[in-house]
């Protein structure tokens, strides 16, 4: 494909055949198509061959290419431009030259431009005749067809000229012009058109075929992140093998400086992984046994032994590569309209370009003034900026996006991205981390602290509540901070007949106590006496949005833990960049009105929904949309995943479950909340070059032409602006690579 037309004429012929859906992206070359029984990937094939282009299978990823230091991956299509374009540029300058400048039309200068000529407008414009009769057997017309067209037909007029007319006089003297001379034909030379104009869109296609290769690098990045081998142990032995051929449950070793080789959990060693290039986070995240850890990401630690818990195609950096190429296939609203667009284009520019041949003979103009501007019709309309305007744009945007951790399903996410003016916050994992922690311990009059702490340790030690993986690593803390001796458990008395009471607490014995450890009914169960000052605090922390947990032993309570669900310590910047960006921001979450308000308070939130069950969140949802807005939807769980589906832009945290990401538009793949205002801000950036795009395409050609048409453009001009037409597209484009995430300081 060449250009926009041609992307579109590919897309209707597919959608033509019977239970095929496709999408056909001129800027990243592809194709994405769904289809059914009784049709095949051969009759796909086959019907883009019938409209006369080609196209093959995506084959596998290859070995990961780096990227060239303009963030280019290496390219021998591309490098064949440049040399065809190099070549071009050598002979034309001499050309344009001598035709400008009269001081340099030595005798027999024109013999000596159609030498240098000759292999431009033949050898260096074969691409544009080659798909120019490929065009014509379809019965089509493309960009190539009016580049083929106007470059024969400039230096077949110079032949002409120079053989059977005037032109090839010796001594003959040719002023070049901007505008028609109205002078008569037979010594009027158009080899400067017929070479400038080839490399003109030469030089427009290599400029526009490196940046689309520029902007298409962040998935060619993504996917070099990918780690090639791992040491996989096998029988207590170290096994190099490519990491294509691992399987869940492997167990495999990282050293520092290594990549991990897939997603897995640590099972043994400390260290710090780099997921910067994943995520955007600058700062390397401690991991410890227990902790999940993604393939791709660098250790800059210690030795790590990994479990494998996703290979292949599941692993997470598999899933974000295929979101991003997803959404750089498919297409926006605004880029089918430019498409349509183009389609019809071509045509009615040759229309045009044949009656404004006809008027000028009509008024009596000579015949080399009619087609000086007919052929400066034919090169001026090409519609390449038009094709490019937004492809470019949204490629750009999205590869941006990913390299940021905002991982965008589709470019039509972008649009509603960019209407978004209300969204709702979960809670639980969004706004805050998802992690319970001991915020204070009240204990009752005569308790030693570090004695609560160890028989509260001990016991929750055998739970897996998060609640009391709170308690076990607030107690581990305290007894690092005193240098107790390690025992059991870190360091925490080991308990025996240990009972969990479903909804109350545990219960179990520690060092001979019997204690429980839980809400207040289970006190009064066991008969035991709550103290008012015990139980003035458990009020206190509910008022205050966390969870209160007695702690009693031999039948008396001796403490009152408080617990809660810490912020993210960027919440507050988030919430503060959403409503600067016109977002009002509503705190939605399944927890008690306390929980929420303390929450909310922290956080600068206003409005806020409490004790909301699924159902309530997809009803609130709607109720927003009744009244008119554009609402968002940010969260982590299963219990947020039928809002995310209901929201007109659905946004997953990275760390949440599948259920969530997978119902989801826009996945933010680092832990921070600020990356959904970055989603917000990139959205509206891009659709602004998007609109500027379009407005200079469509703006170039409604002035271009009538000028053309008036004779006031030469030929070899036009070519000239029909590229740099083209590159400024693309170039604006690539300003988005520029885009920059909120910073770690700002408030918002």
């Given at each position: 494909?060449?250009?926009?037309a041609c992307a579109?004429r ?8 019977d239970?095929?859906?496709a999408?056909?992206?001129?800027a ?7 289809f ?8 796909v094939i086959a ?5 006369g282009?080609?196209?093959?299978l ?14 280019a991956?290496p ?8 040399t065809?374009?190099l ?10 030259a001598?035709?400008m ?5 030595f005798t027999s200068?024109q ?6 000529a000759?292999?431009?407008a033949v050898?260096?414009?074969l691409?544009?005749h080659?798909a120019?009769w490929?065009?014509?057997r379809?019965g ?9 067209i106007?470059t ?6 110079s032949?002409?000229a120079?053989f059977?007319?005037d ?7 040719h ?11 037979s010594a ?9 104009v080839t490399?003109f869109v030469l030089?427009?296609?290599?400029a526009?075929?490196r940046?689309?290769r ?11 992140l990918?780690?090639?081998?791992a040491s996989?142990?096998?029988h207590?032995?170290e ?7 691992l ?7 990282v ?5 991990v080789?897939?997603d ?14 994943l995520?955007?986070?600058a ?6 046994e ?7 990401c660098?250790?800059?630690?210690g ?7 996703r ?6 950096l ?8 997803q ?17 019809v ?8 370009a ?12 000579f015949?080399?003034?009619a087609?000086t ?30 390299q940021l951790g905002i991982?965008?399903?589709g470019?039509?996410v972008?649009?509603?991205t ?18 319970m922690t ?8 005569g ?8 028989v509260?340790?001990g016991?929750q ?10 308690v076990?690593r607030r ?7 005193r240098g107790?001796p ?7 008395p ?8 479903d909804g109350?607490?545990?219960r179990g ?16 169960r066991?008969d ?8 003035a ?23 009152v833990l408080?617990?809660a ?7 507050r910047?988030?919430?503060d ?7 009002e921001?509503i705190?939605?979450?399944g927890?008690g ?7 909310a ?14 159902d309530d ?8 949309q009744?009244?008119?807005r554009?609402v968002a939807v940010?969260g ?8 995310l589906?209901?929201?007109d ?8 479950t ?11 793949v680092r ?8 989603a ?11 609109r500027a ?14 000028v053309?048409a008036a004779?006031?453009l030469n ?5 000239a602006?029909?590229?740099l037409s083209s ?9 988005l690579r520029?885009?920059?995430?909120l ?6």
């Amino acid at each position: 494909m060449t250009c926009g037309a041609c992307a579109n004429r590919v897309e209707r012929k597919l959608n033509k055949i019977d239970g095929v859906s496709a999408t056909v992206n001129y800027a990243t070359e592809k194709a994405s198509v769904g289809f059914s029984d009784p049709v095949t990937v051969d009759d796909v094939i086959a019907a883009v061959e019938r409209a006369g282009y080609t196209a093959t299978l995506p084959a596998p990823p290859p070995s990961p290419v780096e990227p060239d230091q303009d963030g280019a991956v290496p390219d021998p299509a591309l490098a064949a431009l440049r040399t065809r374009l190099l070549v071009c540029l050598t002979l034309t300058v001499p050309v344009v030259a001598m035709a400008m400048v009269p001081a340099l039309q030595f005798t027999s200068w024109q013999w000596a431009s159609l030498t240098l000529a000759a292999p431009v407008a033949v050898w260096g414009a074969l691409p544009f005749h080659r798909a120019a009769w490929s065009n014509l057997r379809h019965g089509v017309a493309t960009m190539d067809t009016l580049v083929s067209i106007g470059t024969l037909a400039a230096f077949g007029w110079s032949l002409y000229a120079l053989f059977l007319g005037d032109a090839g006089a010796p001594g003959l003297q040719h002023p070049f012009a901007l505008t028609l001379d109205g002078t008569h034909g037979s010594a009027h030379l158009y080899l400067e058109v017929a070479a400038g104009v080839t490399t003109f869109v030469l030089a427009g296609r290599y400029a526009e075929t490196r940046a689309r290769r520029r902007s298409g690098a962040a998935l060619q990045t993504l996917l070099g992140l990918a780690a090639t081998d791992a040491s996989v142990l096998r029988h207590g032995r170290e096994v190099r093998m490519p990491v294509d051929r691992l399987v869940v449950g492997d167990r495999f070793v990282v050293r520092p400086g290594d990549k991990v080789a897939t997603d897995g959990v640590v099972v043994e060693g400390a260290s710090a992984i780099d997921a910067s290039m994943l995520t955007g986070e600058a700062v390397p995240a401690e991991v410890a046994e227990g902790d999940a850890v993604t393939g791709g990401c660098v250790n800059v630690g210690g030795r790590l032994v990994v479990e494998a818990t996703r290979v292949g195609a599941e692993t997470r950096l598999a899933q974000i590569a295929a979101l991003v190429e997803q959404a750089q296939t498919g297409k926006a609203a605004v880029q089918r309209l430019a498409d349509r667009v183009a389609g019809v284009f071509v045509p009615v520019v040759l229309v045009l370009a044949v009656g404004t041949f006809g008027f000028w003979l009509g008024v009596g103009a000579f015949a080399a003034t009619a087609f000086t501007a007919a052929t400066a019709v034919l090169i001026v309309a090409c519609p390449c900026a038009l094709g490019l305007a937004t492809p470019t744009a949204l490629l750009v945007g999205t590869g941006r996006g990913a390299q940021l951790g905002i991982v965008i399903k589709g470019p039509e996410v972008l649009e509603s991205t960019r209407r978004i003016d209300t969204v709702l916050l979960d809670k639980t994992g969004t706004v805050t981390t998802g992690e319970m922690t001991v915020v204070d311990i009240v204990a009752a009059p005569g308790e030693d602290v570090d004695e609560v702490l160890a028989v509260a340790g001990g016991l929750q030690s055998a739970s897996s509540h998060p609640i009391a993986r709170a308690v076990v690593r607030r107690a581990e803390q305290r007894l690092a901070e005193r240098g107790r001796p390690e025992q059991d458990h870190g360091g925490l008395p080991a308990v025996t007949g240990f009972a969990a009471l479903d909804g109350l607490g545990v219960r179990g014995t520690v060092e001979g106590r019997d204690a429980v450890i839980g809400r207040r009914l289970l006190l009064s169960r066991h008969d035991i006496a709550l103290p008012d000052d015990l139980g003035a605090a458990l009020g206190a922390a509910e008022r205050d949005g966390g969870t209160g947990v007695v702690v009693a032993w031999s039948g008396r309570a001796r403490a009152v833990l408080v617990l809660a669900d810490t912020v993210r310590p960027t919440s507050r910047a988030a919430v503060d960049a959403l409503r600067r960006l016109g977002v009002e921001p509503i705190l939605l979450t399944g927890d008690g009105r306390g929980a929420a308000e303390a929450v909310a308070h922290q956080v600068g939130i206003t409005m806020l929904s409490a004790d909301a069950l699924p159902d309530d969140k997809v009803s609130l949802v709607r109720s927003l949309q009744a009244d008119g807005r554009v609402v968002a939807v940010v969260g982590d769980g299963v219990n947020d995943a039928a809002a995310l589906a209901q929201a007109d832009l659905g946004i997953a945290m990275g760390t949440g479950t599948d259920a969530a990401i997978h119902a989801s538009d826009l996945t933010l793949v680092r832990a921070d909340l600020r990356a959904a205002a970055d989603a917000i801000r990139l959205s509206r950036r891009t659709l602004g070059v998007v609109r500027a795009n379009l407005f200079w395409a469509f703006a170039y050609n409604c002035l271009a032409l009538p000028v053309a048409a008036a004779g006031l453009l030469n030929p070899m001009v036009a070519g000239a602006a029909m590229a740099l037409s083209s590159v400024f597209v693309v170039s604006n484009s690539l300003r988005l690579r520029r885009f920059a995430a909120l910073p770690e300081t700002a408030s918002g």
